[in-house]
């Protein structure tokens, strides 16, 4: 049995992490750790009461060192991060200050206290973005070419986890995974957005860039493959972790419309947010050939289990809509064009 501190564990992957290792390891003691800004969400672990919730900043070095001691954690899993392209574009430093800075921070306290294992989560938008045109896709040794400030400070975390397995031979492993997509998502992103919109009978803001597009990984098949890293993966070691399926934006929309019953009328095009990266597509060979994951959740059912969950859960989402932070289109192009 093992105890592990799971950090942004209010957040949207953080918390189906949660329910997924409570589910599947019902041995294993699971602490949650988050800072509760805009975007976690106490409500995402409701009914797991049994759970300890520790609320506090992943930079507060302290109090994270106190947390692992108090509790004994083996485990870390770091899903701690500011994580809205949009929103970096105004505030980014607030993106450098958690994903940089705190990651540092959190593993300054794994080691001065003797944490067995760092897992670290970290996205495909690291590598930059690929040509609409290109068939190829990132793998692990792909070049780290990130192109906004969200990216960039992602990209600077990872490079903090593996500089501190190369200086202080810290036991870690890091996961890159594709968009995520599922129940508890904060409906600032695009599949909640379009679709407690098209539940609410507004318009779906699409970026004038219709075709770029997104490799769409569903957050329980997310939470598997950190499962299979955490009992599997090599320490010191990267993994992808994608589906393989792609799908553009103005795709989305239709499928959520389609879902719904709802008519095509509803899309609106807005402007581009700056460095709106083209497209990502994870090589997740190494993952699926050596430690055996695969996805199971394909794209037709998963959307479509997503659209049934926001469909339930108004109570859930109706709350949130006020707590987005900028309005999607019209605040960062304000801050662009003063």
């Known amino acids: 049995m093992s105890t592990l501190l799971i950090t942004g564990a209010a957040g949207f992957i953080g918390a189906n992490f949660v329910r997924y290792w409570r589910r599947t390891h019902p041995g294993d003691t699971v602490v949650a750790l988050d800072a509760l800004t805009y975007a976690g969400n106490r409500d995402n672990l409701a009914g797991l009461s049994s759970i300890p919730f520790v609320h506090g900043d992943i930079r507060d070095q302290e109090l994270v060192e106190e947390v692992l001691r108090a509790h004994r954690v083996d485990v870390v899993v770091n899903f701690a991060a500011e994580s809205h ?4 574009i105004l505030r980014p430093g607030d993106f450098f200050a958690t994903n940089v800075m705190g990651t540092q921070a959190l593993l300054d306290a794994v080691r001065r206290t003797g944490v067995s294992r760092f897992h670290h989560i970290s996205t495909c938008e690291v590598y930059g973005d690929l040509d609409l045109e290109d068939d190829s896709a990132f793998t692990e040794s792909s070049p780290y070419l990130p192109r906004t400030p969200y990216n960039a400070a992602k990209a600077g975390g990872d490079h903090a986890v593996r500089a501190y397995r190369s200086t202080y031979d810290l036991p870690v492993t890091i996961t890159n995974c594709s968009n995520n997509y599922g129940p508890y998502q904060f409906p600032e992103k695009v599949v909640p957005l379009f679709i407690t919109r098209a539940l609410s009978g507004e318009q779906l803001p699409l970026y004038a860039s219709t075709r770029n597009r997104r ?13 299979t890293v955490l009992h599997h993966g090599r320490l010191g070691e990267t993994y992808n972790v994608g589906s393989g399926h ?13 879902g719904l019953g709802l008519p095509a009328s509803l899309k609106t095009i807005v402007p581009d947010r700056p460095s709106h990266d083209r497209r990502y597509l994870l090589d997740s060979t190494k993952l699926r050939t050596e430690l055996g994951w695969a996805p199971t959740v394909d794209w037709p059912d998963g959307i479509a289990e997503t659209i049934r969950w926001y469909t339930a859960n108004e109570g859930w989402w109706r709350p949130l809509l006020n707590r987005a932070p900028i309005a999607e289109g019209t605040a960062w192009h304000a801050e662009m064009t003063r």
């Open 246 to 258: 792609e799908v553009d934006i103005e795709g989305i929309a239709d499928a959520v419309l389609s």
């Open 85 to 88: 392209n949009s929103l970096a």
């Open 215 to 227: 490799e769409w990984l569903h957050v329980e098949d997310h939470c598997r493959a950190i499962d």
